[in-house]
């Protein structure tokens, strides 16, 4: 795959996204039951907003709809993070396909745009302050960007 001139599309959702970091260790284990809690409900009700929960032995992150944050009940005191915008770069992509993730943070880069990256098996995302900013810079590059709909 040729990415100096990349053939590959973004997807801009329009939701607004947060973040949160629970560090204490019972804020930790608290933090897990109440998100894992959220993500049964998402699942039994087919609710798309993104929601990613990540848990190491320092901490555990989470990148939610900021909608999510609100709805969610019992969860602990956390650093966070709000106003992010979410781009999903459109998959799967094979294991073997490289530098797809290094092509799209260097056009950002280079537009000053700073970026947080997640992964799944089958694609990247990414959180920027300025989704409107970071589409054009993608687009002048060459990248396709589809915004989409907001979810009723």
């Known amino acids: ?13 329009p939701d607004e996204y947060s973040t949160l970091q629970y560090t204490d260790r019972a804020d930790r284990v608290r933090a897990l039951e109440a998100w894992q809690a ?3 409900v998402q699942t039994q009700e087919s ?16 990148v939610a709809a900021t909608s999510l944050v609100t709805e969610a009940k019992g969860l602990p005191p956390a650093s966070s993070t709000d106003a992010w915008h979410l781009i999903k770069l459109r998959g799967p992509f094979d294991f073997q396909v490289t530098g797809v993730l290094s092509a799209l943070s260097r056009v950002l880069a280079e537009a000053h745009i700073v970026i947080y990256a997640l992964a799944t098996v089958e694609t990247d995302y990414i959180l920027v302050k300025d989704g409107h900013a970071a ?6 590059a060459g990248w396709s960007v589809r915004y989409l709909p907001k979810a009723c």
């Open 135 to 140: 589409a054009e810079a993608l687009r002048t």
């Open 47 to 62: 609710d798309d907003r993104f929601l990613s929960i990540s848990h190491v032995s320092e901490e555990v992150s989470v």
């Open 38 to 40: 959220v993500q049964l």
């Open 1 to 13: 795959m040729d990415l100096s001139r990349p053939a590959l599309e973004v997807h801009v959702y």
